[in-house]
């Protein structure tokens, strides 16, 4: 015999489900070109009726698709939920709150980057143009010629972007976007200015491997180049925990 947990139990998976099913439709949608963006969808009491579920059901799957950024909800005569473009910010928010909240380690995000930056230099090694080569090398200029901090980090995020680029498959440049983003707040410490003013060579002898198309080359002399990089992240980590400690 159900108890009243178990029939409670059952409407909260029944709702549930309701949400989920609505969601994964409009997903399906988006996926077989049914919907674009800047498509509007039909009203609530339409929506409603189409997917036989509650309103409240259907509020639920809206409020879920608007945070996923899928969609966004407009005020006025004119307004209703309308389908978003893709937004990359929001990638790079869930990656870094996956990490603060999953208890991701430090070691794993730089073996991961390690590991994410030699697959992207050799396919720039074999995808890049002359035109992205000549792109790194004025980055590297600009870095060279200017001494202030603030500039020269965003210098190393353009350089990474265009590399990135130059493979020719965008999704690597999302992933490398998100990791500088999370593994920003560690850089910028003690020492950065001197580790900004070491890499630049680097960065001239990585475009000249690439230019000659030297896959190998290009790998190992990106791997030394992050390792000076997580090098200095691991040892600043570790003196903030010691300042903690000696504070505690």
Request: proline letters at 1%; charged letters at 30%; one cysteine or more.
């Amino acid at each position: 015999m159900a108890t009243a947990a178990d029939t409670a139990g059952r409407g909260a998976s029944k709702r549930r489900r309701a949400f989920e099913v609505i969601c994964e439709r409009i997903r399906g949608q988006l996926a077989s070109g049914a919907l674009k963006v800047g498509d509007k969808l039909p009203a609530e009491r339409e929506l409603a009726a189409e997917y036989q579920v509650s309103r409240s059901a259907l509020r639920e799957a809206l409020r879920s698709l608007e945070v996923a950024g899928i969609i966004r909800n407009v005020k006025g005569v004119k307004g209703g939920a309308f389908i978003q473009a893709a937004d990359p910010e929001r990638i790079q928010q869930a990656m870094q709150d996956y990490v603060h909240l999953g208890d991701v380690s430090l070691h794993e995000l730089t073996e991961a980057r390690l590991a994410l930056q030699d697959i992207i230099v050799r396919l720039a090694c074999e995808r890049g143009s002359e035109r992205d080569f000549a792109e790194l090398e004025e980055i590297a200029v600009r870095t060279r010629e200017n001494s202030g901090v603030e500039t020269r980090y965003h210098c190393a995020v353009a350089y990474y972007g265009v590399l990135a680029r130059a493979t020719r498959n965008r999704i690597f440049g999302l992933f490398v976007d998100s990791l500088s983003a999370i593994l920003h707040q560690f850089v910028r410490g003690p020492g950065y200015e001197v580790l900004q003013s070491e890499l630049i060579d680097s960065r001239f002898a990585l475009v000249g491997h690439l230019r000659a198309r030297d896959a190998d080359a290009a790998a190992a002399e990106m791997r030394r180049h992050l390792e000076l990089v997580h090098g200095h992240v691991h040892k600043n980590v570790a003196a903030a925990a010691a300042r903690e400690e000696g504070e505690g």
